[in-house]
């Protein structure tokens, strides 16, 4: 039994410190940085200097230059301005499309102003909108940029150059063409289309109408200013992100990307890859991205690069440059590449996967290692979701569903849970027989196994089971939008976040809020989710019999207390999937018992516990 006891208390000393790991690590550190971007998002404070301006090909010395160079900021800007002042500084063609709302700058020809009509800030329908990118000049400039590099082309469009546009408005099915000519008489035009979603199609065409040959290489990038505020779980990557061609998936945070080595021996650090094929490179956040899609039949050098500017702030940048190409006089060149700015909606990112054969687009969603669990995961969750309209009613469903499909093994393993427990007046007459001699005890052990077939290792199954669907879950919880601000039942509103109510503030009922509580807030906050799935724990250990060693006792009896706690801070939907997967154990173990013919000692284990704490004290 000593045996027994030591490796039943490592597996839940394990167990806790996973959990208590998580939330020292993670849960607490999390709701700092959610503090911190509520307020970034929210204030109005204005930085004393100007933010570094972009890296661009547009400026770059050379012909074929693996690192676009650096443009001047915009002359006469103020250092940092109002949203609407920036936006109000330039000409603009305005966006309009049922998923998006915002402008182009004619200045420049940048897509630098995206917000998201259908996603707001909070689960208060009357919250901001989600503004994705914003313009030079902002507290956080975050834009797209195509343009040219060439040598001996004279002057090529770069962030100051202020485009002639034919249309003032960009619609779905209503593409805008933007044109501009130099000294030398290379015409340049722009012609941008939007879907009803959010990719942009950007076809850039060159007219040679002067009298020599020119040297051309087109580029496009996505530059963001400042380093944001990021939740920091190990389990979600934000920062850059790319698949180029046979290189496969490229993710790099945004400290790993300062840390790189510098690129042509100047300020910026960075990686390239040289001649890759296929794929798009871009910046993430956990339910946004912006992604440049380069031709998918063309080599091109992709890279991130990361650049100190004149004040604290650091520029990144993924970059993509085509091959270069000499424009004969006469002749005319266009290259087509694509923006993608807006939200991950799976089924969205899915189809730009197939209808644009985008290299491993759908990666654009951190799936994670368990991409083979997840995804098809989301995907029975989402069709019970439209079948349902309700998230929450899709994970109880799901729940069944897992519950049936791993039926066989957990019915072997019950059985032989309901065996083992049918042997042990057995097993404890071959402790007590052979003493000491350990090797004997085994033996004897080992023939009652063979004896009853009995697998002394079945009981482990359902635990190890649930465990990668548990996390498979949880990773569908955190990174899919589809699943944020998704409400349940009741006071249940966004099961991608923990349970607002508490305990301890008597679920609402008297006015302060337990989670501000410096340090130990996050465990202040026990919902009514975490506790029902508390009781349903307790009730499966109740199911079994009352472990004789004192020590297992005490583990046993505060292990639903200690789990309660812990996953009070998870994502509410989490807590509901376990508390109902527990409740649904408990119906299957009690009917294999049954079945098998073994007592169920749920009641007598209540009783028991009611009548000690009912009974008086002995003086």
Same mark, same amino acid.
């Given at each position: ?11 839940i000393a ?18 700092e ?20 301006p ?5 400026q ?16 006469m800007?103020?250092?940092v ?14 966006i ?16 630098d102003?995206v ?11 009357k ?25 001996q082309a ?7 150059t202020?485009w002639?546009a034919?249309k003032t ?12 000519q130099?000294?030398q008489g ?12 959010f ?5 850039d ?29 190990y ?5 850059m ?17 300062d ?14 890859w ?16 912006a ?9 091109f ?7 100190q ?43 730009y ?11 654009l ?12 995961l989301?995907k029975?969750?989402d069709?019970? *979701?439209? =079948? &349902? +309209?309700n ?6 469903l @799901?729940t /069944?569903?897992?519950k049936? !499909?791993?039926?066989p ?5 019950y059985?032989?849970m ?16 052979y ?12 023939e ?28 569908v ?25 508490s305990? *301890?503030? =008597? &679920? +609402? ?7 501000? @509580?410096? /340090?130990?807030?996050?465990? !202040? ?7 029902l ?8 250990m ?17 292990m639903?207390?200690i ?12 807590v ?15 009917f294999?018992?049954k079945r098998?013919?073994?007592?169920i ?11 000690r ?7």
């Open positions: 039994m000593r045996e027994d006891n030591r490796n039943l208390i490592v597996a394990l167990s806790l410190a996973i959990l208590l790991g998580w939330q020292y690590f993670f849960a607490a550190p999390q709701a940085r959610q503090r911190q971007a509520a307020q970034q998002a929210q204030s109005t404070q204005v930085n004393p200097t100007a933010p570094n972009p890296p661009s090909p547009s770059a010395g050379g012909a074929s230059p693996t690192v676009p160079g650096t443009v001047p900021s915009t002359p800007a103020p250092a301005e109002t949203r609407e002042a920036a936006l109000a500084r330039s000409p603009r063609v305005a309009d499309t049922p998923a998006i709302a915002g402008s182009i700058n004619l200045r420049g020809g940048r897509i102003d917000a998201l009509k259908n996603y707001r800030e909070t689960v208060d329908p919250s901001p909108i989600i503004v994705l990118l914003s313009p030079t000049g902002t507290q956080n400039p975050y834009y797209a940029e195509f343009g040219w590099i060439g040598a004279g002057s090529l469009p770069n962030q100051n202020v002639t034919d408005s960009l619609t779905p099915g209503s593409p805008v063409t933007l044109t501009w130099n000294e290379l015409v340049f035009r722009r012609t941008i289309a939007v879907d009803d979603k990719m942009f199609t950007v076809k065409a060159v007219e040679n109408r002067g009298s020599a040959p020119v040297t051309l290489q087109s580029y496009s990038l996505v530059s963001r200013h400042g380093k944001p505020v990021t939740l920091g779980y389990v979600l990557h934000e920062g992100i790319g698949v180029l061609g046979d290189e496969g998936l490229q993710e790099l945070t945004y400290a790993n990307l840390k790189k080595e510098p690129i042509s021996g100047g300020s910026t650090v960075g990686q390239i040289n001649s890759v094929t296929g794929g798009f490179l871009g910046i993430t956040d956990k339910y946004w991205a992604a440049v899609i380069p031709d998918q039949t063309q080599p050098q992709g890279s991130f690069t990361s650049q500017g004149q004040t604290a702030d650091r520029t990144y940048q993924a970059t993509v440059a085509g091959a270069s190409q000499t424009l004969q006089p006469g002749a005319t060149t266009e290259v087509t590449q694509r923006l993608f700015a807006g939200a991950k909606e799976v089924a969205t990112v899915d189809s996967h197939e209808t644009y054969g985008i290299k491993n687009f759908d990666l969603i951190d799936w994670g290692w368990f991409y083979f669990i997840t995804k098809p989301f029975v969750l069709f019970f *979701f439209h =079948l &349902f +309209g998230f929450g009613i899709a994970i109880l @799901v /069944v569903l897992l049936i !499909l791993f039926f093994l957990a019915n072997k393993s059985r032989s309901a065996k083992m427990k049918a042997v042990q007046p057995e097993m404890a007459s071959i402790r007590e027989r003493g000491d001699d350990k090797m004997k005890q085994q033996q004897a052990l080992m009652l196994y063979r004896k009853e077939k009995i697998n002394p290792v079945a009981g482990c199954w359902p635990v190890l089971i649930q465990i990668p669907v548990f996390f498979a879950l949880y990773k919880l955190f990174v899919t939008i589809e699943m944020r601000h998704a409400p349940f039942f009741g006071w249940v509103r966004d099961l991608a976040a923990p349970d607002p109510t305990i *301890f503030n =008597l &679920f +609402g009922l008297l006015p302060y809020n337990p989670g501000a @509580v410096p /340090v130990i807030g996050h465990f !202040l906050m026990l919902g009514v989710w975490p506790i799935m508390g009781i349903t724990m307790w009730l499966q109740k199911m079994n019999p009352e472990p004789p060693d004192p020590v297992q006792k005490q583990v046993f009896s505060w639903p207390v789990f309660t706690f812990m996953l009070g801070s998870f994502p509410a939907g989490l509901i999937y376990w508390a109902w997967n527990n409740l649904l154990s408990v119906t299957q173990q009690a294999i018992m098998n013919g073994v007592k000692e749920l009641f007598d284990n209540l009783r028991k516990t009611f009548s704490k009912t009974s008086p004290a002995k003086g």
